[in-house]
């Protein structure tokens, strides 16, 4: 397994700002995944981080709310734009080790918008 | 459709009972399934993955894996409150997890 930190673990954040997340692994990894976990609901992949290239991203998810950079192997941030209430949840990252079809989660960061 | 289905719960079983948890997909592409376990407040936690048809045992641990059914299941034995969380079945498709929305188990002591 990677063991992974998330900076920071919770905020609460003013209406139309923005807030960068951190996500910080301690090997090398081939992907990174950012997801949304509203409350009682499942997890929702927001987008898929690939080192050196730009971030896929799921449907119902746009670069310009959710810009997302992968400087390297170990680190990615993603980025919440012009916040609303609405996107008050736990965002998550997770990583997918090299040569393992799986993921492992990092800690979680809890935003609170008002 | 959901592309994976789980029963949403609750499912409350007696401590030292078996807890079974099920899940379907859609995707027939899937080859690999993994289990996840997330507490109240925490993240997903990896507990099982399964590749190929049959049963995988890891300690209190089953999972169950019937791809000509598109299903999969986790049987938990001998049940403990420590068991006590929400379980999400997520096969791996397209270069993803596909998560389902998860089973709450209670175990009641």
């Known amino acids: 397994s990677a063991v992974i930190s998330q900076k920071p673990s919770r905020d609460i954040c003013q209406r139309g700002t923005s807030l960068t997340i951190q996500c910080q692994v301690d090997s090398q990894v081939t992907m990174m995944f950012w997801y949304r976990q509203q409350p009682g609901q499942s997890l929702t992949l927001i987008a898929t981080a690939n080192q050196g290239s730009e971030a896929t991203y799921e449907s119902g998810f746009v670069i310009d709310k959710f810009p997302i950079s992968r400087p390297n192997l170990t680190f990615s941030t993603l980025t919440v734009s012009n916040m609303s209430p609405e996107d008050s949840s736990i965002y998550l990252c997770?990583?997918?080790?090299?040569?393992?079809?799986?993921?492992?989660f990092g800690p979680g960061t809890r935003l609170l918008v008002l | 459709q959901k592309e994976v289905e789980q029963n949403s719960g609750p499912l409350s079983v007696p401590e030292g009972a078996i807890a079974s948890l099920n899940c379907t997909y859609s995707d027939r592409g899937s080859q690999s399934f993994f289990w996840y376990r997330q507490y109240s407040g925490k993240s997903p936690e990896l507990i099982m993955s399964i590749y190929s048809n049959g049963d995988k045992e890891d300690g209190r641990f089953t999972a169950q894996l019937n791809k000509a059914s598109q299903y999969v299941s986790l049987l938990i034995r001998d049940s403990q409150p420590s068991d006590s969380a929400t379980y999400l079945c997520a096969p791996w498709a397209r270069g993803k997890l596909i998560f389902g929305q998860g089973t709450e188990l209670s175990v009641k002591p």
């Open positions: 997770s990583v997918e080790p090299l040569a393992a079809e799986t993921q492992y």
